[in-house]
């Protein structure tokens, strides 16, 4: 592994003063040591400005943003507009990597020749710990946007992976958007000519009872039904033999959506549950009779269709 090669570590703050230090920590502790580390200051209107600035002056690997608040997706596209490193990498704020993280992707990236690293996660809740494995895998774009489809085999998050940097070259996240890693992650490995996937526990990502995608549904949630609508038309065209899978996949998205809709609230988001509903009732006899679906699951899929 050559020390030459530079790992831009993008870190997007917001409102994380209990976390960020163990965070940062984190990083700047990896026992591959040529990092640029960059904090992206979100407009946090907590203690995170002055905590960043602090680890700035400790430590000269790390690269400073202070920006008006522009939510997650905003954060990280300013990162990657300054990022240098041969390749890009993510931490949100409020997780924790494990010391040899770097270390063990990139020597996982050289030895594959792979444009794309993911390793496994360990969900961190207040009160227990979940290991979310990953499969080890070296493949072509086409057998790991098979996996994402398989009930995300291959997690589309963006922070469990290291990549090299030209693949991000045409792309950012989209602005304002909730889900973004699920808008983004299936064009980059569509652009990677090989991806690696090690079943090494190194990114420690902490579930909060208030973060935006374990809290009940609001408007924003329809960007989830969004972004996985876009991986189906998108693998429709590019390819047609897993399709069926990224459409399954799709559907089984809008179920989980609609029943987020809580039966007192159905009023307030009429519009959203109508055009929910619509997508199912639409296939629900493909559900049924023609989708791949497990027979668990269609039964599941029909006994939750009665409910609405």
Excluded at 30 to 37: A, D, F, P, V
Excluded at 115 to 144: M, R, T, W
Excluded at 223 to 238: G, L, T
Excluded at 250 to 266: F, S
Aim: proline share 3%.
């Amino acid at each position: 592994m050559a020390m030459g090669d530079l790992i831009s570590v993008i870190v997007p703050v917001y409102k994380v003063g209990e976390y960020l230090d163990e965070c940062v920590q984190s990083i700047v502790s990896q026992t591959y040591k040529n990092l640029e580390i960059i904090l992206v200051d979100d407009g946090s209107p907590d203690q995170c400005p002055e905590m960043c600035d602090k680890w700035a002056n400790k430590d000269d690997r790390i690269r400073l943003i202070h920006k008006k608040n522009g939510g997650l997706s905003d954060a990280r596209n300013a990162g990657l507009d300054i990022a240098t490193g041969d390749y890009i990498a993510f931490v949100d704020s409020d997780d924790w990597i494990q010391h040899d993280m770097y270390e063990r992707m990139l020597n996982a990236l050289i030895e594959s020749e792979a444009d794309i690293c993911a390793c496994g996660i360990k969900a961190c809740f207040p009160d227990k710990e979940s290991s979310l494995n990953a499969k080890a895998v070296i493949g072509a774009s086409e057998k790991v946007l098979e996996m994402i489809y398989s009930d995300t085999i291959y997690p589309v998050a963006a922070w469990n992976k290291l990549y090299k940097k030209e693949l991000w070259k045409d792309f950012r996240f989209p602005v304002g958007k909730i889900c973004e890693d699920a808008f983004t992650t299936y064009l980059l490995v569509h652009k990677a000519n090989k991806i690696v996937q090690i079943e090494d526990l190194l990114y420690n990502y902490r579930i909060r009872e208030n973060s935006i995608m374990t809290s009940s549904f609001t408007k924003k949630r329809m960007d989830e039904e969004e972004a996985w609508r876009k991986n189906y038309e998108f693998i429709s065209k590019e390819y047609p033999r897993i399709k069926r899978k990224a459409f399954v996949f799709y559907l089984q998205k809008v179920n989980g959506l609609i029943h987020l809709i809580p039966l007192d609230q159905k009023k307030e988001y009429q519009e959203e549950y109508d055009y929910l509903y619509k997508v199912l009732r639409d296939n629900f006899f493909y559900i049924l009779l023609f989708s791949k679906m497990n027979f668990k699951y269609r039964i599941k899929f029909c006994l939750d269709f009665i409910k609405l």
